[in-house]
């Protein structure tokens, strides 16, 4: 009777006298730091994902919108859902000929938990009807 070694064991993480070697110590952190890196940020894609989608709704709508209040207010509706940091001056909402063209520009900050520092993604988003 020989050792059966199942092919979905774990054999492969240690050497074979069977202690975990540094290699595997490190591909683990490297593959750790890359989970908790996009946690991290991808949320941040996520809600720019969301935002674009309102964007590109409220270009239909303002096309033939005589006043952009409205249109103001409903992206400011939801970034407030979404708890992006946009002020006032990083909309922008012009009327050309028949076209209307909407962009936001705004940093999303990203605090890299548990540490303080904080990092700034900057996004723009531009849509043109």
Known sequence: ??????????????????????????????????????????PAYIDNG????????????????????????????????LGLDIDAEDISIVRRGTRVEISIRYVRQVRFKPLTAKTGFQFEIKEIS
């Open 50 to 81: 969301k935002l674009e989608e309102a964007v590109k709704h409220q270009v239909k709508r303002a096309k033939g919108a005589k006043s952009f209040d409205n249109i103001y207010q409903a992206l400011f509706d939801e970034i407030e859902t």
């Open 1 to 42: 009777m020989g050792t059966h070694v199942h092919k979905y064991s774990l054999g492969w993480l240690r050497s074979r006298n069977g202690r975990v070697t540094l290699g595997t110590i490190i591909v683990t952190s490297i593959l750790a730091f890359g989970i908790y890196m996009a946690a991290m940020i991808v």
